[in-house]
C-alpha cells in the first residue's frame, strides 16, 4: 500500500495556477490602468460629481484605448 501524504488545503490550485493566469492577471492590470490613465483628464474635466458621467468617461476612454491600438 503507497503512503498518500496528505497536501496542504489549496496545495494543487497553487501548483497548476503558474505563468498562464499570473500573464492574464498582468495584462488586466496593465489594461484598466491605461484605461484610467486615459480617463483622468477626463473626469477631472467632465466628471461632475455624477456616476452617469463616470461610466461614459470609462466607455469612452475603453474606446480610445482601442482606437491607439488600431493604426
Known amino acids: 500500500?503507497?503512503?498518500i501524504k496528505a497536501k496542504?488545503?489549496?496545495w494543487l490550485e497553487a501548483k497548476q495556477s503558474g505563468g498562464a493566469v499570473?500573464?492574464?492577471g498582468?495584462?488586466?492590470s496593465?489594461?484598466?490602468k491605461a484605461i484610467r490613465?486615459?480617463?483622468e483628464p477626463l473626469m477631472n474635466k467632465h466628471?461632475?460629481?455624477s456616476v452617469t458621467n463616470l461610466h461614459r468617461i470609462y466607455r469612452?476612454?475603453?474606446y480610445l484605448l482601442k482606437r491607439q491600438k488600431r493604426k
Do not use: S
Request: charged fraction near 40%; hydrophobic fraction near 35%.
Open 47 to 49: 466628471w461632475k460629481n
Open 1 to 3: 500500500m503507497k503512503d
Open 37 to 39: 490613465r486615459i480617463a
Open 26 to 28: 498582468v495584462k488586466q
Open 8 to 10: 496542504e488545503h489549496g
Open 60 to 62: 469612452i476612454a475603453e
Open 22 to 24: 499570473y500573464e492574464l
Open 30 to 32: 496593465k489594461h484598466g
